[in-house]
């Protein structure tokens, strides 16, 4: 009798330890949508034969044959850019999950982390619509592709609001994790409240059609475009990091 | 930081949230907002002589939609507290408030778009005008949803001691009501039903503002029933 209660037991120990296992790789997949999301989101860039921007100082003529030259570039690029927001969405859910773990912080933030990267994502999606719009009919009226352009710029390039929302409860969450060592390092908490700081310059871009504050400038292209992977990146190492010590904690 | 202090400041940013929106409206010289029935002349001249307005406003209105998390989570972490409350309940707020939040930026982009250029054919700045003023003022289903969850939630509490007094609930129900108008303004290009009429604009655009600030007050004084309690026990 005791050997078959020994070996249920045994068998439901078995079974909790691949359960374990499954929900640490979702967590990973997760934690790796960071790194894949923005390779997916600057491949799009490069395929579309956005690197470096177009300037928004270019005439209509010279946008229009933009579109005409890299039509099929656009198309593609900007599929992967749609499937980009995807990952953004399971990226959050995982920063959400492993904030949850920090004791005594209050669901408040973790929700608001959430609802802010879930709005987040639709700004990955809608300027990819715009940019398949201009290049589904890329021999339209000039002036009509120069629009679809702007628009897909404009929208690509200046809600930061969203991330700073996301990323200040992120950083709220890691700086006010009590325990030695905490479950992020404090730096990461300082990333979270620099990196949206520094995206903030585009809300400039109206004013600009060229020089730093232009959409292809300096302080709103390229800077932030750098912090931003910067960004992904160290995010999915520690949340690689924080995973990993979940599954020894438990 | 206290919780309690935590969730005020959430309180402070649907305040800001408001405020932002309200005051980017104000900015860009759309109080009172331009007619559907302007002529083409008469709109792209409005966009010539109001770009900075425009841009600057607008750009404040994107702002307004950072603040919008905060709150949206603080109502639903409040919701929680409801007992009886179906987690259900409280997870359908958070994501439609998030669906909410979209709509204050995806409107002011397509006003910047045409205050960027308005000197492009006339034809473009008047169908930008069109597309900014139809998806500013249209997008009343999450709002709807929104103020129907909360309704539902607090008529859920049979406590001796709610979290939110049971009139809320009918006065997120009758918020809701308010924003439906909206729905019938892509046939109506003058009066009460039209983009800058009396039942689409200036009753939404009031009882938009007016559940801002009687949320801000509720969940003010639910934070503060929640002190109290925890020093009782």
């Not at chain 1, 209050?106 to 999606?125: D, E, K, M």
């Not at chain 2, 900015?27 to 331009?34: C, T, V």
């Not at chain 2, 108008?181 to 009882?207: I, R």
Request: charged share 10%.
């Amino acid at each position: 009798m005791s050997g078959q209660a020994g070996k249920s037991e045994l068998m439901n120990q078995n079974h909790q330890q691949a359960s374990l296992k499954g929900q640490m790789a979702f967590q990973r997949v997760c934690a790796w949508s960071g790194v894949i999301c923005v390779t997916l989101f600057f491949g799009a860039f490069v395929l579309a034969g956005f690197v470096p921007p177009l300037s928004p100082s270019l005439d209509a003529g010279e946008v229009s044959a933009h579109y005409l030259s890299h039509t099929t570039g656009i198309r593609v690029g900007m599929g992967l850019m749609l499937i980009s927001s995807a990952f953004y969405a399971m990226f959050t859910a995982v920063m959400s999950g492993q904030m949850r773990r920090i004791p005594g912080l209050s669901p408040t933030v973790v929700y608001t982390q959430l609802a802010a990267g879930a709005f987040a994502c639709v700004t990955f999606l809608l300027p990819a619509i715009f940019f398949i719009v201009a290049s589904f009919r890329p021999e339209r009226s000039p002036e009509l592709v120069q629009l679809m352009n702007d628009l897909a710029w404009i929208m690509m390039v200046i809600p930061w609001m969203p991330f700073m929302a996301q990323n200040f409860s992120f950083a709220f969450a890691i700086l006010s994790d009590p325990r030695t060592p905490p479950l992020f390092p404090r730096w990461v908490g300082f990333l979270n409240i620099w990196a949206p700081i520094s995206f903030s310059p585009a809300i400039l871009l109206p004013f600009f059609k060229t020089g730093p504050f232009a959409w292809s400038g300096l302080f709103v292209i390229w800077i932030p475009a750098f912090i931003f992977i910067f960004w992904f990146a160290a995010i999915t190492r520690m949340l690689m990091k924080a995973i990993d010590r979940e599954e020894r904690e438990t | 930081m206290n919780p309690r202090s935590l969730e005020r400041w959430c309180v402070w940013s649907g305040v800001a949230a408001i405020t932002c929106f309200t005051f980017g409206f104000v900015f860009a010289g759309f109080i009172p907002p331009p007619s559907p029935s302007w002529s083409i002349e008469r709109v792209v001249a409005y966009y010539q002589q109001h770009a900075t307005g425009i841009r600057a406003g607008m750009v404040l209105m994107m702002i307004s939609g950072m603040f919008v998390p905060p709150l949206v989570a603080l109502i639903s972490v409040q919701m929680r507290r409801i007992p009886g409350a179906h987690p259900i309940l409280v997870y359908a707020q958070l994501s439609a408030g998030t669906l909410g939040a979209v709509f204050f930026i995806t409107g002011a982009l397509v006003f910047i778009v045409a205050a960027y250029r308005p000197d492009r054919p006339a034809d473009i700045t008047y169908m930008l005008n069109d597309m900014g003023w139809i998806v500013t003022v249209i997008p009343w289903s999450p709002a709807f949803m929104q103020n129907v969850i909360i309704g539902a939630a607090i008529l859920t509490d049979k406590s001796a001691q709610p979290v939110f007094p049971r009139w809320l609930a009918y006065f997120n129900f009758w918020v809701a009501i308010g924003f439906l108008p909206g729905g019938l303004l892509p046939f109506f290009k003058a009066g009460p039903f039209a983009w800058s009429g009396a039942f689409v604009f200036w009753l939404a655009g009031s009882v938009f503002i007016a559940w801002f600030i009687v949320m801000t007050v509720m969940l003010l004084g639910a934070i503060r029933r929640q002190e109290r309690e925890s020093a009782a026990t």
